[in-house]
């Protein structure tokens, strides 16, 4: 017992050493072209964030951490379950898992047909002043975006669609949601490798920033993790958040700068899109893709994706241990 105080203590003391010098960056940190009154907002923005973040998981901290430490004592059998459950879609079809990747691969002849051949968007512009290909543009906002919209209503009926599993007292329930995610994985790598290849046929060949794409793949990742244990277990007692969901991603698709540039859009406009953090995931997609970009260049948007994905993953890791012991009551 005191060993695990002991290792409790140190945790959180290199917790709150992290967040005083990142806090220190954030106030120190000065870029010339910016607005003062904006950057301001950003630096009181992000201490606060910080300090709730922190505080959030000094208090919880028994609770928060039973989740992930679950999720790490159970990672083999994870990972068999979910190449099992990537098969078991396909299973009995003639092509397979090739069937995995028709789909977005449809999609994105389809918006590149109305959005390039009928309405003649043409090479977009990005902040360094580079003209791309649309349809590299588009593919490069669609392939986070699929692997989005695909883990996110998958993890969420994960409980449901394993029911028989739920109702058994000694299978680790956590390990569900995240099954469901790194199922959706297996197709996120193939159409990210597809994304490559075009941009390779355009003359945009892997630089040592294409590196990034693992970088940004963890941040959805993580980011979806967070999302899926509160809405899977929150749907199991509101089967309607199914429903509500996917509204809300039929809608993220614009809200998103996916089919359109953020670096045409007004100020105003453009601030609070940058809010959504899928902005985040999709712009680093492009920046690793055709950018020279590095992801610690954006330092404010950084900070601000990995706080707001810290704070849901921690909420999320509440409500899941909170609503966890009335799952096989309900199923």
Partial sequence: MNQKAGKKKIILTALWII??????????????????DTARLKKMSGCLLLGAGAVL???FYDKITVLPLELYQNRRLIWRLAKNDFRKRYAGSYLGTVWAMVPPIVTVLMYWFVFDRIFGSGP???AGGLDVPYVLFLTAGLVPWFFFSDAVPGGMTSLLEYNYLVKKVVFKVSVLPIIKITAAMFVHVGFTAVLLLIAVFYGYTPTVYTLQLLYYTF????????????????VVFFRDLQQIVGIILQVGIWATPILWNLHTMPDRVKTLVKINPMTYIVEGYRMSVYGNEWFWEHFYSS??????????FVISSLIFKRLKPMFADVM
Avoid: K, M
């Avoid at 900070?303 to 849901?312: D, E, P, Q």
């Fill in 19 to 36: 967040v005083l010098l990142v806090a220190a960056v954030v106030i120190f940190h000065n870029n010339p072209l910016e607005d003062p």
């Fill in 57 to 59: 998981f000094t208090v």
């Fill in 124 to 126: 977009q512009r990005t």
């Fill in 219 to 234: 941040c959805e990742y993580v980011f979806i993790l967070g999302l899926t244990y509160a809405t899977c277990s929150v």
């Fill in 303 to 312: 900070t601000y994706f990995w706080l707001i994905t810290a704070l849901i």
